[in-house]
Structures are given as C-alpha cells and as structure tokens.
T-cell receptor, first 115, second 113 residues
Framework: EPEVTQTPSHQVTQMGQEVILRCVPISNHLYFYWYRQILGQKVEFLVSFYNNEISEKSEIFDDQFSVERPDGSNFTLKIRSTKLEDSAMYFC?????????????FGNGTRLTVT | GESVGLHLPTLSVQEGDNSIINCAYSNSASDYFIWYKQESGKGPQFIIDIRSNMDKRQGQRVTVLLNKTVKHLSLQIAATQPGDSAVYFCAENRGNAGNMLTFGGGTRLMVKP
C-alpha cells in the first residue's frame, strides 16, 4: 500500500537554527498538509497546500514557517529560526482531493527537538 | 469553545471483547468525521470515516456511529485484539475549504490478553 514517507525521523537542533523537514506524499495525491503534535497534546493543523500554493493555514503557521514543493515528489516544511516551543512531532499528510470524503494519509512523523 | 473531545482517556478491555470509543463534537457545521489509530512512534493511521448524511458505517471489524442530534461519534471494534492497542483519535472536518481536520484529544485503548 502506498504511504507517505518523512525524513529525518528525528532532528535535533539548537534554538535559532533553521530546519527543513521533508516529506514524500503518495504519488497520485494532489493535496498536502503539515500537522504537529506536541508531546501529550492533540494533533494540530498547520497548513494545507495545493497547486503550489497554501490553501489554508492556522495561527500556529506564522512567518517563521514556510512550505515548498521543490520538485514533483517532495514537500517540505521549513522553520526559519527555531524556538524551544517548536519541539514536537511534525506529521506530513496527503489526500487525493480536498473534498470532505478524501481521507488524509499521514506519514510517521519527524520528531523535532529544539535545545 | 468549539472542540472535539473524548470522554475516556484510557479504555482497558479483555482480548476478544468488543470496544467502544466515544467522541463528542460541538460544531454542528462539521460534515465529515474520521477515526485514526496511532501506535507508538507512528503517525495517525486512517481507520474509517463517515459523512454527516449517514449515521452508521461499517468496515472490517470496525463500525462508526454518528448521532448528529447529540453531536456524538463512536468507534466500535469487534473482537478486540492485542494489535488494536493504540491511541484512537476522532477528527472532524468543519466544511472548510482546505480540508483542515480538527482532532480530539485521543483515547488510549489497552487490550489485556
């Protein structure tokens, strides 16, 4: 079964550094998402992306965050200057369509630790 | 405030028994609901979904029930197995354009052999 893959599985960085989290969505999917989960808390929406532009973003997704689809297969999340509170699991997801009968399929996440 | 929440943070069941995991939602505009299973160290795994024009949907060993009158969603797992042990999340789509899902807080299901 096709799956969403994320790299790296664990990223440790110092506060103030830039990080790029990478994702390869399912190949025939057109809609891409980033969610995050702070330890012990709910999964939270960050951003959705379609046709090379952001469709929707949450309040969490401030100017420090950006997303990009640099080629036909990768989808990246960049955090420009990491803060301690950015430490979380970051999940990439994709779906075939954006209608509300197209479930999101998630990757296994990247654990980001900011020290 | 508007949120998706779960009644029981931990549910412990005997192997072979049926499990019922509950979820309450407060936004009557939500039109699509999904149950996800999350095992340790993995991402949420799609289990089953239901649209608001339905009140029941069945999959393999799982059934989702939707009661729009009381804004309640449940996941029933038949003949629960040790491999079912995980955290289960309900999520709702509030009809927004970007297919944004709002997740509940999760229920941990523990299956005793």
């Amino acid at each position: 079964e096709p799956e969403v893959t994320q790299t790296p599985s664990h990223q440790v960085t110092q506060m103030g550094q830039e990080v790029i989290l990478r994702c390869v969505p399912i190949s025939n999917h057109l809609y891409f998402y980033w969610y995050r989960q702070i330890l012990g808390q709910k999964v939270e929406f960050l951003v959705s992306f379609y046709n090379n532009e952001i469709s929707e973003k949450s309040e969490i997704f401030d100017d420090q965050f950006s997303v990009e689809r640099p080629d036909g297969s990768n989808f990246t999340l960049k955090i420009r200057s990491t803060k301690l509170e950015d430490s979380a699991m970051y999940f990439c997801a994709s779906s075939e369509a954006v209608q509300a009968n197209s479930p999101l399929h998630f990757g296994n996440g990247t654990r980001l630790t900011v020290t | 405030g508007e949120s998706v929440g779960l009644h029981l943070p931990t549910l412990s069941v005997q192997e072979g028994d049926n499990s019922i995991i509950n979820c309450a939602y407060s936004n009557s505009a939500s039109d699509y609901f999904i149950w996800y299973k999350q095992e340790s160290g993995k991402g949420p795994q799609f289990i089953i979904d239901i649209r608001s024009n339905m009140d029941k949907r069945q999959g393999q060993r799982v059934t989702v029930l939707l009661n729009k009158t009381v804004k309640h969603l449940s996941l029933q797992i038949a003949a629960t197995q040790p491999g079912d042990s995980a955290v289960y999340f309900c999520a709702e789509n509030r009809g927004n354009a970007g297919n944004m899902l709002t997740f509940g807080g999760g229920t941990r299901l523990m299956v005793k052999p």
